[in-house]
């Protein structure tokens, strides 16, 4: 499990004081590319493949209320991947300065060509560096089924 910690600043409080729900999105986010970075799949290994990531779906579940003062650590877990390294869903858990769970997000993304705006696998140097990684017990290999589970579609006016 990969670990990131925070300094909850007053620009990530919203009006009720606490932690806004979209600084809960930020450091998701920033955890992600911390961990991607370790992996040295950063924004210069993207660059040379025109790769970047999308997201599909974030589901967060809140717990506790988190208030400045105190940091915050936010935990990543590859929960599974397509076996072309197309689609990823990554599982984080958010816990207090004493450990206590305070919430806890599913997300799934794709990687995307930058040049043909299209979803693409991962190529084959990429997809190495992932599938050399630790995997958690749960991890499964992600059908095109598991990426439609909460299918919703456009609808116009």
Known sequence: MYLKEFEVRWSDVDANRHLANSAYINFMSHARMSYLMELDFDQRMMAKY???PVVF?????YFKEVFPGKPIRVSLEVMGMSEDGKFFEFHHNFYDAKGRNVA???M???WTSL???KLIGLPQELLQVF???EKPKD???LTKEDTRKFAKTP???
């Open 50 to 52: 025109q790769i970047g």
């Open 57 to 61: 779906y974030e589901h967060m579940y």
């Open 104 to 106: 806890y997000c599913e």
């Open 108 to 110: 799934m993304g794709a």
């Open 115 to 117: 040049e043909t705006r």
């Open 131 to 133: 599938n050399s990684t």
């Open 139 to 141: 991890f499964r290999i």
């Open 155 to 157: 609808q116009d006016l």
